[in-house]
C-alpha cells in the first residue's frame, strides 16, 4: 500500500512541475509576471492535497494548550485515608472486563479494574480539520468520583489504526507536546489503582 501511495504522489509530483512549467510558458508567450504565473500555479497545485495541513495544525495546536493535560483530583494517598483498609481488599479483574458505548469513531470504554475502581476511556472524532480527542479518567465506582484524567489529541486523516492514519501523513501527529508523557503517567495511576492480582 504504501508503495502505491508514493507512485501516486511521484505522478502527482510530476503532473504539478508540468502544470507550472506551462504556466511560466504561458505567461512569457504572452507577456505577463512568469514569477507571479509560476508561483500561483505551484500554490494550486500545492493546495490541492494540501488545503487542510495549516488549519490542522492550528487547531491541534489551539485544543493542545487549551484542553490538554493530566490532573490528579485526588490523590490515591488521600484516598486511602478516607477508605481505610480498603485498598488493600481489592482484587484485579483478569483482563479488566469492559463495556462499549458508541460506534467504531466515537466511543466510551468503561473497564472494570476492580470492586472500586474504573478506567473509562473516551475517544472523539473525527472533528474539524482532522483533529481526534482521546481522555482517560480513573474513576471511584462506588462514588462516582474523578480520581485523575488525562487529556490529549491527535490528528491524522482518518482514525488511526494500525500505525496507518491515511494516506496524508503530513497531517499526521499522535499526541499534544508532552501527551505521550502525560499518558505514562495516567497509566501508572491505573496501574497503583488496579488491585492485588489473584
Same mark, same amino acid.
Not at 504522489?9 to 504572452?30: D, E, F, T
Given at each position: ?9 511521484? *505522478? ?77 481488599? *481489592? ?55 474523578? *480520581? ?36 505514562? *503517567? ?13
Amino acid at each position: 500500500m504504501g508503495f502505491v501511495i508514493f507512485m501516486v504522489m511521484g *505522478l502527482y509530483l510530476l503532473i504539478s512541475l508540468g502544470v507550472v512549467a506551462w504556466a511560466v510558458r504561458y505567461a512569457k508567450k504572452n507577456g505577463k509576471s512568469t514569477k507571479r504565473w509560476g508561483l500561483s500555479a505551484a500554490l494550486v497545485m500545492f493546495l490541492i492535497p494540501c488545503w487542510d495541513w495549516i488549519p490542522t495544525v492550528v487547531a491541534h495546536k489551539y485544543y493542545c494548550e487549551k484542553e490538554a493535560g493530566f490532573w490528579v483530583y485526588k490523590p490515591l494517598d488521600q484516598w486511602k485515608k478516607e477508605n481505610p483498609g480498603a485498598m488493600e481488599t *481489592l482484587v484485579a479483574n483478569k483482563g479488566a472486563p469492559s463495556t462499549r458505548q458508541g460506534d467504531m469513531v466515537n466511543y466510551t470504554d468503561t473497564y472494570f479494574l476492580n470492586q472500586r475502581f474504573n478506567w473509562v476511556v473516551k475517544h472523539n472524532g473525527q472533528f474539524l480539520f482532522n483533529r481526534w480527542r482521546h481522555e482517560q479518567e480513573a474513576v471511584d465506582a462506588k462514588t462516582g468520583a474523578v *480520581l485523575a484524567r488525562y487529556v490529549d489529541f491527535s490528528t491524522a486523516q482518518v482514525q488511526r489504526q494500525a500505525g496507518w492514519s491515511g494516506w496524508k501523513f503530513w497531517l499526521a501527529e499522535k499526541h499534544c507536546i508532552g501527551g505521550d508523557r502525560n499518558q505514562g *503517567l495516567m497509566y501508572s495511576f491505573e496501574h497503583n489503582i488496579r488491585g492485588v492480582e489473584k
